[in-house]
């Protein structure tokens, strides 16, 4: 006997195919298939199957279908399907070899299993089972009720998934002939399925039909923009220019590389009770986007439950775990979805220069990144469903589990999340918690430990304060702690008595807080003024003002929390700590507090930027004890761990501290792209500014608004600064604001405005002792100057550029003048000694780890190889820059770097591809803004048109590189206007032009 709900409803035996005689019984079989082995309650079927309004006879029509069904079912041996009632529940009992859903997910978990192991041909037999036991959607032909609509939705999502790991063994054994066709009536099925476009590309590149794979690169993209307005991922993008480079596509045809996996779960819970029912419920919620909101009061246990729950199913989300605190109750502000989703992005590897500052867009990018993967997303304490909503998944088959103190109707209502209410423990399980930690006393005195349960309202957090009290108790009784927790609660004068559970709470926390030495009680109390999630001992000296020693006293009463050396404390018993501090205490506390986190950011900046030291505020060591950062991984190690403590302090903070904090973590949040951070950061510090430091803040707000492509915001904040600057006589904070500004103009094609601020920042910075400063100024002094021809002024700006960085030892400085004098070298054809700056550019960026140096030297030594006369060479240090360009979003080395292979592709006479490569990157640069980038792209077009004897088409990318040249006042006009005087007279191939306008990095201060 088989069943098969993979398709119209089926029942068939060795004596052929029977059907139920109505649509209802049929029904009934089906939804119990849905869930297969799982008990249903009778009550919940009937409403669900009668959509909410079930008759009288209900029950009595269910028991009808159910026996019709039981005979249908029946087998001579009884070995078939059956129907099993019990406590008022139908469970249809079922083996793989008797249901199509169980066997499909048999031979599909098996087929991916054998795929990613790398056995291909093995994986191909094991999916084409899998797919080939689809007929149709599922249960086609009846309406299957809302309640099971998430179980339909995850089979038909791993139908597809199912099919592409199909398609993805086949193309690995080599048949791709074959999968071109299909593939291509599979996109027209699933049009957004962006793996089967990548699949499709691959396939048809494979036998040699480059351009049909570019063509379909082309309908993908324009189909996600005018759809959901979004472009491809980064998956399916760098697939597309690896075609575009010509290069040989082995391994994995889309996963071209390895995503982050994050694992994000805080530690599971090491005892754990009385919630097997709970389990149950969230292990039951199947489906593509299920979300799961366990809401329940205070200490009841939300947090520990997701916990549990989510470490045991990690195995059925492969592509990582995402974990936050969303802060909703609590003393601090609840998290912003801004922060949230910008750090889930970084999580899943999308770059600072690819992640989005608006919450909508931001929100568009989480879901696309998710929409291929199968990741579970724990939203922890959560305050309401509009906080929650921006961070739901779109259509895949990730899962959300969210724990709240509220409701979440709205989420509930709205987007279909399932609520769990989670009720305080049965008082089983509330003795059982109890005997786990206190032990055979438990039994002992029975009656003791129920009233001990009852007088912590049987919530677990309550209950392991109150145990600790019990074993701390040397001698004492259950019954006398219970006697002493009633009088105090007695003695408690609550608003919320009567009941409510937090008035027990507060008389564990009372009781437990008055059982405590003087220094821990006052190291208790303070701890809560913290306004981040966890702190390290070193923090937590600063606040308690004493010994962070006390810190494993308050562990052991389970009064604060402590993993991996690092501390938190529960939301009640941070409320609780701060309702029993004074003003006086919480004012010199915060400020030791943040003092401590100033300095110490300030010594592990010293270590992490030695050479920008001078350039950051001096700041006085506080009483307190700090780290030891002994090299730069010990410092950027500190800083990335504080990182959210060091924003969380902002607020708290005096205007003197904020701007200490905006001075001293300026380069450390803009080199790591932590820009929301520093938005965040830099605004509350410019509002609250003391007059002499606002300047410097300003530039610093500049800078982020620069590197997140807001030119005019960033130009708002440098004139401001200039103005500051220049009332209050800061010299060096002015040559910082000429400088900005310089960039500014300078990526607008102002060359000669350019050239005055980069002039005028030069001398100033040189006049106040600003090595740093002067350096930048005169490099960018040296870009603008080579732009405009004058390579000898150029190549003087540059290398006294170059000789400051190696004087204060400044490696990036370095790295960023020895490739902006190899490009002067270009510019005069001196190939040999510009591939000499270039390589001694590299070999820093990658001592360094720096994607942006690295990238530029790359592309840059491609270029020198090139006009050597080594294609070969060249094109392997393009495609790493590349490469680089497109992991680190810079769509600034991306366009340029494309424009080089492009040339170098022109060179080895494919033209096709590079073509691909010069409309790519004017593609990239319009966007940008860039100008010159845009002028290079068009001429590089018109050389393959004009080679290609399209004249007409030639004229008009020159002329529009012409008009751009002309209007910046570069000196490629001259050639370009030489290119169309010839195009006009010539059909033959015109002379390479021999010089690569090889773009220079730009350094803001």
Known sequence: MELGVLGPLRIHSAHGTVAPRRRMTGLVLGVLALRPNAAMPIGRLTDCLWNGRPPASASSNLRTHVAELRGLLRTADGSGPCIESRQGRYTLRVTADQLDALRFDGLFETGRRELTGGHPEIAADHLRRAVELWRGPVLDGLAVPDEFRNEVERLAAQRIEAIEDWVEARLAIGQHDRLAVELAGLVEQYPLRERLWGQLMTSLYAVGRQAEALGAYQRL????????????????????????????????????????????????????????????????????????????TAGVGKTALALRWAHGATADYPDGCLYVDLRGFGPQPPLDPVAVLDGFLRSLGVSAEERPTELDALAARYRTELADRRVLVLLDNAESAEQVRPLLPGGSSSRVVVTSRDSLAGLVARDGARRLDLGLLPMDAAIDLLRHLIGPRVDDEPDAARALAEQCARLPLALRVAAELAISRRGGTLGDLVAELGLQTRKLDLLAAGGDPMTAVRAVFSWSYQQLSVPAANAFRLLGLHPGRDLDRYAAGAL?????????????????????????????????????VTPPESDAATTRLIDHYVYTASLAMDVAVEYEKDRRPRVTPPGSESPVFHDIDAATAWLDAERANLIAVAP??????????????????????????????????????????????????????????????ALDRYLQALEVARDNGDRTIEARALNNIGLVDEHLGRYEEALGRFGQAARVAAEVGDRPGQARALDNLGNVTEYLG??????????????????????????????????????????????????????????????????????????????????????????????????????????????????????????????????????????????????????????????????????????????????????????????????????????DRGLSSIESSHRSS
């Open 790 to 991: 004058r390579y000898d002024e150029a190549l003087a700006h540059k290398q006294n550029a170059l000789a400051i960085a190696r004087e204060i030892g400044d490696l990036v400085g370095e790295a960023s003048s020895l490739n902006n004098i190899g490009n002067v070298y270009e510019r005069i054809a001196d190939h040999r000694t510009a591939l000499d700056h270039y390589q001694q550019a590299l070999a820093i960026g990658r001592r360094l780890g720096h994607a942006e140096i690295e990238g530029h030297a790359l592309d840059n030594v491609g270029a020198a190889y090139r006009h050597i006369g080594d294609c070969a060479q060249a094109l392997e240090h393009h495609r790493p820059a590349i490469d680089l360009a497109r992991k680190s979003g810079n769509n600034y080395l991306l366009a340029r770097t494309l424009n080089n292979l492009g040339e170098t592709l022109r060179r080895r006479d494919d033209l096709d591809a590079a073509a691909d490569a010069h409309r790519e990157a004017l593609a990239v640069a319009v966007t940008l803004g860039e100008l010159q980038t845009q002028a290079r792209a068009h001429d590089g077009i018109a050389h393959v048109l004009a080679t290609r004897g399209k004249a007409k088409d030639a004229h008009d990318h020159w002329q529009l590189a012409l008009d751009i040249y002309t209007r910046l006042g570069a000196p490629e006009a001259a050639e370009v206007s030489a290119n169309l005087r010839e195009s006009r007279a010539r059909s033959r191939r015109p002379l």
């Open 544 to 580: 308690v003002d004493g010994d962070p020693d006390m810190l494993a006293t308050l562990v052991s009463g389970h009064l604060l929390d402590e993993q991996d050396g690092r501390y938190r404390m529960h939301d009640l018993l941070r409320t609780y700590a701060r309702e029993l």
């Open 652 to 713: 708290h903070a005096s205007a003197c501290q904020v701007g200490q904090l905006s001075a001293i973590l300026h380069r450390y949040l803009d080199n790591g792209g932590y820009y929301h951070e520093a938005l965040v950061l830099h605004a509350a510090a410019a509002r609250r500014a003391e007059p002499e430091v606002r300047a410097a803040i300003l530039c610093n707000l500049g800078v982020i608004f620069w590197r997140i492509d807001r030119p005019q915001q």
């Open 221 to 296: 993209h324009a189909l996600l923009d005018n759809e959901l307005g979004v472009q491809p991922g980064s998956a399916i993008r760098e697939l597309h220019q690896r075609m575009l480079r010509g290069d040989q596509l082995g391994g994995p045809p889309v996963r071209l590389r390895a995503r982050p996996r994050p694992r994000q779960l805080p530690r599971d819970p090491s005892i754990f009770v009385g919630r097997d029912a709970e389990l149950a419920a969230l292990a039951a919620d199947t489906g593509p986007v299920i979300v799961s909101a366990i809401s329940g």
